[in-house]
């Protein structure tokens, strides 16, 4: 039968979740392994706690997340919904993806700025080689071609 007649026919129904909680951890969630510390689920430089986390401290849990919103997880244990994982940094607001990448380019640039600061400081310290002779610029060298040493076919081979 195809697909599209059994479709329509008969009064066949796809299978639905129980509740819309359970339709949007199917379709919303991205599901990710992690372990259970003592402080809590580490994920993406965020912490989230909850105290039913510590009854399975140091085993691996499932969390589920909204892309969007990573501020809130929800924990599952063998295939069972655990708890709900909060920030405490976070609580009462949403912390995005792109927050958080935000934050992290923001980071670097601040470290790439004093490292670079750091680099100026050094080079007034070395001794000044502008004034000194300069080395000698390499000649240009013309590209050798060197044979393979990998033959793949007897044809190859000199």
Known sequence: MAPLKAWRGQGWLPRMPDSLEALDLLLVMVAQSRMVRRDGVHFQGLRSID???????????????????????RVFHRHRFLCRAMNPEHAGRTVSRKDIQTARARHRRALRTAINARLANVADFLPDQAHSNPPPKPAAATPRRTASKLSTYLEDKP
């Open 51 to 73: 105290p039913t986390l510590a009854t399975s401290l140091g085993e691996a849990v499932t969390m589920r997340y909204d892309p969007r919103d990573s501020a809130e997880m």
